[in-house]
């Protein structure tokens, strides 16, 4: 990701943080404490977007944050017995999982080794010449059309 994507997605967290924090005194005292929660993880997300030796540290906090909203999800869901709706934006136990399966165990992931599987800020490695001289040949005979032989 370049620098600037960074810098952009920075900004937008550290814009949400303050919107949540001036939100949090004009709503009702249920709310107001899930807003400054929302206002901290926005701030955390936000050293994220910068590599560092920071980086694992909240990586696993945003990891453990994300994770554990989806577990908090699913045992909501089976407690209401909301088991299947057709509609994917209906909560329902169904969802939760769809949820938990594709943003939870990623985070969980995530929470445990504090990076992702790959790294973002790592520049592709270059190939070698022997890796290029084998892309380029192609000698085998298996059918395979080459765009650059005419």
Known sequence: ???????????????????????????????RPKLLICAAVCAVAT??????????????IIGGVVFF?????????????????WSRST??????????????????YVMVRGHLWYNPFEKPRELTEEELAGLESDDDDDGDYDLRQR
């Not at 909560?91 to 969980?108: D, Q, R, T």
């Open 91 to 108: 909560p329902c136990v169904k969802n939760a999982l769809l949820g938990l399966l594709f943003w939870g165990l990623p985070a969980a």
């Open 1 to 31: 990701m370049s620098f600037g994507a960074r810098l952009a997605t920075a900004v937008v967290l550290v814009a949400c943080a303050i919107g949540f924090c001036l939100a949090a005194p004009y709503l009702g005292s249920e709310a």
């Open 69 to 85: 909203i989806y577990v908090e999800y699913l045992v909501a869901e089976i407690r209401e017995r909301h088991w299947f709706s």
């Open 47 to 60: 050293t994220c977007c910068f590599p560092g030796k920071h980086a694992p540290v909240t990586n696993r």
